[in-house]
């Protein structure tokens, strides 16, 4: 016969009993029935289970007669957050013996970028949070605190992103020129032995890129291409009246061959060491040189008028008779006139500074010529204008 039955049956027992009685009664009933048989059905009385929770560093230990994972859990006076796990599922039937674990989750801030973003994990270093959450640090990012620190709640994760390229820059070296000495040549006598190469360096940097803090370049490798020197021969044989040809003819300027060094015969460059030029005219020193804008003139009538065949010193009109400006260059000056890039065009030679006149002022100069034709000729040029010791 079942607890429900008995109960009634005594109740019914009771019923014929006064009112006092009969509550008397049912009073008892009900306490027995709480105190034998604990509200089932079951004949059997339900039996007492030990189980352990874990929550982090707290140890509770629960016997009761629950069934579940919850109720155990609720009657140790736990609270579980909306984030946290349980080691077992909270329906899950409870045995005796049972430990159950609680996962507590933790809210982090995370800084990055300029900007804070909220998350929670349940993970114990900051290396599983960020994977967890599925945030990505780059190889050379900055995490603080480091990826192993344990995790806690209210932590605040600060990440600043670091980028790093290589970058090679490459500068020039220029080659240098040195001369060797020839001593059976004139001055004057240039040969290229060796040309000159530039070399070149190239240097590799890392740069680092911060957040924060800029662009960092540290040098990291560096390779170099040694320049290659330009050997020039150079004469250093003084020209001698023995060493000069006879021509027969002039320059176009009217200066006879007969008169010019065998070096001036092939165009060659004036040469200048110190105040020395070596010339195709023959060596002189020299005060000063200036550079000057040239014109030419010629002394006749057609061109002078009543100044024809007259100069301010007194000579001639005469090719070696120049005009300059006194303030610039004395009157009475003797010079050496030529072209700008050193005779190689033109060379008018040496002459004297016998004249002046109106439109020559400054660095200005005008080369008398032997007819108009030949001032035509010459029209404006740039000249080098050296003034002799």
């Avoid at 982090?56 to 155990?72: K, N, P």
């Avoid at 957050?81 to 039937?93: F, K, P, Q, R, T």
């Avoid at 250093?236 to 040809?245: A, G, H, R, Y």
């Avoid at 009543?306 to 007194?314: C, D, F, L, M, S």
Wanted: with cysteine; net charge negative.
């Amino acid at each position: 016969m079942s607890s429900k039955t008995r109960l009634k049956g005594m109740a019914k027992r009771l019923v014929s009993k006064g009112l006092c009685m009969r509550l008397i009664a049912l009073v008892t009933i009900f306490s027995m029935s709480v105190i034998f048989y604990g509200f089932t059905d079951n004949e059997k009385e339900a039996e007492f289970k030990t189980v352990s929770i874990i929550d982090a560093e707290q140890h509770y230990e629960v016997v009761t007669q629950s069934e579940t994972v919850a109720e155990a859990i609720a009657l140790a006076g736990i609270t579980l957050g909306e984030n946290d796990i349980v080691s077992a599922e909270l329906d899950a039937e409870i045995n005796d013996g049972d430990v159950i674990y609680l996962n507590r989750s933790k809210l982090i801030y995370l800084e990055t970028s300029g900007k804070v973003f909220e998350f929670y994990t349940n993970e114990n270093t900051v290396g599983e949070a960020l994977l967890t959450d599925g945030f990505l640090v780059g190889k050379y990012d900055e995490v603080i605190p480091d990826v192993n620190t344990a995790t806690y709640d209210g932590m605040t994760i600060s990440v600043k992103r670091v980028y790093i390229e290589l970058s090679e820059i490459t500068e020039e070296i220029p080659f240098e020129t040195i001369t060797v000495d020839n001593p059976n040549e004139y001055m004057g006598y240039e040969n290229v032995l060796q040309e000159g190469v530039n070399g070149s360096s190239t240097r590799t940097y890392k740069l680092v890129t911060k957040e924060d803090t800029g662009v960092t370049a540290i040098l990291i490798a560096e390779t170099r291409k040694e320049p290659v020197k330009k050997i020039v021969e150079v004469g250093t044989k003084l020209v001698t009246p023995e060493s000069m040809t006879v021509i027969k003819g002039k320059t176009p300027d009217g200066v006879p061959y007969s008169a010019l060094p065998a070096m001036a015969q092939s165009n060659s460059k004036t040469v200048v060491y110190g105040n020395t030029a070596i010339t195709p005219y023959g060596s002189f020193a020299f005060k000063d040189v200036i550079e000057f804008k040239a014109t030419a003139y010629e002394g006749s009538s057609a061109s002078n008028g009543i100044w024809a065949g007259q100069t301010a010193t007194g000579r001639a009109p005469v090719y070696g008779v120049v005009a300059v400006d006194p303030s610039v260059i004395p009157l009475n000056s003797k010079l050496y006139i030529e072209s700008a890039d050193g005779g190689q065009s033109w060379i008018y030679g040496f002459c004297v500074a016998g004249d002046t006149g109106g439109a020559i002022k400054g660095n200005r100069v005008d080369l008398c010529y032997s007819t108009l034709e030949q001032c035509y000729q010459f029209g404006r040029r740039n000249c080098r204008v050296y003034i002799l010791e």
